[in-house]
């Protein structure tokens, strides 16, 4: 079974200031996806990021990026410019390339102090 | 215009009652979820659907079954709550072959 771990289970970074999140996986699988998801304080979640396994390039959106390490199965995510809506909880995912199954981590809440 | 919806929002009951959660997306996707996050914020899936049959059951309960009278709903039914349901249980849906899931909002289940 493959397996997702956030580490960290709280961060916090001053506003304007960059944070990374990190995500490491295990899997025996060749070709899978990985995706970061923000849950706000509503709920809700949301697709931040995502990047699949046979891309080389690092997957970037805004102030969004990934450094994505096939060989050491890690994935986290760099936030940019941080804003204080960017406060919440953030959730590492995986899936496999025909599995419709989504693994994720445990999540990590995220502080932005102003 | 809410894409992925779910009803009630939070939902307090006795343990031994039976209730149910109902999920509709508005999407058009042909697959959907139901997760469980604990309180220690670990997500888990519990089912799959995809085009009205179940393709993923994790070993839930089966006190737990979901139901789906098409492809644009996936209800949840819990019969004789416990304890430890309490959770925020999330539904889910994308379309094959793409990979991004749309979480509806969540809905909180507490059981005394």
């Known amino acids: 079974a493959q397996t997702v771990t956030q580490s960290q289970p709280e961060m916090s970074v001053q506003e304007a200031e960059t944070v990374t999140l990190s995500c490491t996986y295990d899997t025996s699988e060749s070709d899978y996806y990985l995706f970061w998801y923000k849950q706000p304080p509503s709920r809700q979640m949301i697709l931040v990021i995502r990047q699949e396994a046979y891309k080389q390039q690092n997957a970037t959106e805004n102030r969004f990026s990934v450094n994505f390490q096939k060989a050491a199965k890690s994935f986290s995510l760099k936030i940019s410019d941080s804003q204080l809506g960017d406060a919440a909880m953030y959730f590492c995912?995986?899936?496999?390339?025909?599995?419709?199954?989504?693994?994720f981590g445990a999540g990590t809440r995220l502080t932005v102090k102003p | 215009d809410t894409a992925v919806s779910q009803t009630p929002k939070y939902l307090v009951t006795q343990m031994g009652n039976d209730k149910s959660i109902k999920c509709e997306q508005n999407?058009?996707?042909?697959?959907m979820y139901w997760y469980k996050q604990d309180s220690k914020k670990f997500l888990k899936i519990m089912f799959s659907?995809?085009?009205?049959?179940?393709?993923i059951n994790e070993t839930v309960p089966n006190r737990f079954s979901p139901k789906s009278p098409d492809k644009a709903h996936l209800n949840l039914h819990i019969n004789s709550l416990e304890l430890g349901d309490s959770a925020v249980y999330f539904c889910a849906s994308k379309r094959t072959p793409y990979n991004e899931q749309f979480f509806g909002p969540g809905t909180r289940l507490t059981v005394l």
């Open positions: 999407l058009g996707h042909d697959t």
């Open positions: 995912a995986y899936r496999g390339f025909e599995n419709n199954d989504m693994r």
């Open positions: 659907y995809n085009n009205k049959e179940l393709i």
